[in-house]
């Protein structure tokens, strides 16, 4: 058992788009950090700006993640606190975060994370489609292993969730219909929080069809219904 009076890590949601949605206690606990993790400093450097932070910056990034998780840990065990940021919402959702996580609980340390902006819960949401129960699956490979992971959700009776991006979008949706079936339901949310948030509701089929003609910009999360157990 451990407690959480005082976190040596803080994992802390930024906005996905609509800088309101950074809430009171994210700007709370980034003023009081010590030092301020980001994947990007200069992303990060003027949303802290926005916010009238002014902490000392690290960049922390999937190239940097290995090398860097001892350092922080012993810096922690020496009396540091930080704050783990990303260019946008939930840190170590399909973002860098996870080895420092697993790493500061080994050394027997804590963190916390704050509950915060993240895509994929207003998605699921959005898409109308069963959330009892979900599958999160991020990002499906680009070429090796991309049909295996496909093939392996052919059975999946849970609503599921992937992170996608414009230009492979309908390539996506495709490969999705051949493998559970054009008519399966499904959500495309694109431009979350943003002026321009679009949710394309229909069959697999009918999404395809529309983004022949509408063309495809910003950031998506595409939900895909379950199989139903039934049919
Ligand atoms: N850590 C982030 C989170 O908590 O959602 C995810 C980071 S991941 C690198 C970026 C992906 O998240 C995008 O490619 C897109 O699939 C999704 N995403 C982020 N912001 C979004 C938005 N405003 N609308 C739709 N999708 C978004």
């Known amino acids: 058992m451990s407690q959480d009076s005082h976190p040596n890590l803080f994992i802390v949601p930024t906005p996905i788009g609509n800088l309101q949605d950074i809430t009171l206690r994210a700007i709370e606990v980034l003023k009081q950090a010590d030092v301020i993790l980001a994947e990007d400093t200069r992303t990060s450097g003027i949303l802290l700006k926005h916010l009238n932070i002014s902490r000392p910056l690290q960049s922390y990034h999937i190239f940097n993640e290995h090398k860097a998780v001892e350092k922080l840990v012993e810096r922690m065990k020496g009396g540091e606190h930080f704050a783990l940021i990303s260019d946008a919402g939930t840190p170590a ?5 996870f080895l420092l996580v697993r790493a500061v609980i080994q050394a027997g340390l804590e963190v916390q994370c704050l509950p915060g902006p993240t895509a994929f819960v207003p998605a699921l949401v959005n898409s109308g489609l069963p959330n009892d129960r979900f ?97």
């Open 93 to 97: 959702i399909s973002d860098p975060g």
């Open 135 to 231: 599958v999160f699956e991020g990002f499906l490979p680009h070429k090796k292993g991309r049909k295996t992971r496909i093939e392996n959700l052919v059975e999946e009776v849970r609503t599921m969730i992937f992170y996608e991006s414009t230009h492979r979008i309908q390539k996506t949706l495709v490969q999705l219909a051949e493998a559970f079936g054009e008519d399966r339901q499904a959500c495309v949310s694109r431009e979350l929080t943003k002026l321009h948030e679009e949710n394309a509701r229909g069959t697999l089929k009918e999404l395809i069809e529309y983004y022949q003609t509408h063309p495809v910009k910003g950031e998506i999360v595409l939900v895909v219904a379950g199989k139903n157990p039934k049919a």
